[in-house]
């Protein structure tokens, strides 16, 4: 008897110690891009492409590197960039780079997010490349994706060499001052460095598993 | 009858700067007209709104669209909270709709009854999101609180509800 009021002596100021960081404020968790020089992470993940094939990044990889596009089917920002997916495609097979797009989606699966979505979208819009389900969301979380369109391209050794925006417009191709990404994928392919090597630009919050 | 003309050009001329008086005096309790419901607004113009509050009020920075769905969830609660701190706080909503979707983002200001001035994204993305925070990556809704002294209390990416909002803006009331 004697033992258990010793026990709570020290139970209950533990109990209300840990009731009081209720009332503390919640630094929410602003996400950390991966560094440009980091190794992909989550490369030997397998993902389901909407074709049904598994993949990882690892095997999507070619020669000089891998183009990874976190994007979905519902932002209007993906909407307005989607005329330059397959050219950027094209570019990047003929400089020997992968190439696959990941849909992080997990929070919206049954609000357009889900595969059969995914399959409907790649169909509609003649994807000439891999659209895989980030399953949880897992490989957003940890290559610090924010937004889709958000772009991560890697070189031969999976280091990140380029991070952020497709180009300047995303209203318009025609209109592009800058086509960053582009740029990168051909100085990739030649082993030229790439500068800018970070972007910014606005898009769709990436809706996380709840 | 020359005389009459006259005196109704001074008329209408007084009128029209009657109105373009009220309009652009238009404060957070007061009623405000289209062009200043929503006003085009680039990098530079942006940082100097949110200096001008500096040593007045807490701002609230909120950046949406009509077409971001936890935007538009959120936005009423902001609404709540500009209503609920009438003096101490200053709600700064910018809208990144596209140039194409403008008339919808004044539509959608109308009917959530703001009656403060409001800003709409001109220009390039990158110096826009630099102009407001480098820690910004560019996703939507964004939101920054600022206490009065001009620091900013903390800054978020995601949809939020009334209870967090008011969690920040008290903090950043007790700096």
New interface residues.
Partial sequence: MRDKTKQLWYVIPLIFGMSLLAFL????K??D?LEIGSKAPLADVKVEDVSGKMLTLDKVAKGNGLLVNFSCNTC?WVA?WEDRYNPIAQLAKENNIGVIMLNPNSGYRNRGESMKDMQERAKKSNYQFYYALDKNSKLAEAFGA??TP?IFLFDKDMKLVYRG?ID????SAENVEHPYLKNAIKNLGVGKEINPQT????????K?PS | MLYITKKLKILLLGLGLLTGALSSSATASGSVQADTLLKDVNPAELKQVIKSYQGSKVVLVNVWATWCAPCVEEFPEIVKLQRSYPDQLQVIFISADFPDSRDRALEFLKKQSINWTTYFKTGKDQPFIEAISPKWTGALPFTQIIAKDGSVVDSWEQKAGYDKFERYIKKALNQ
């Fill in positions: 404020p919640v630094r929410e602003v996400a891009e209007p307005r924010t937004h958000h925006a300047d417009n995303a209203n972007t910014k630009s606005l898009g769709c919050t990436i996380w």
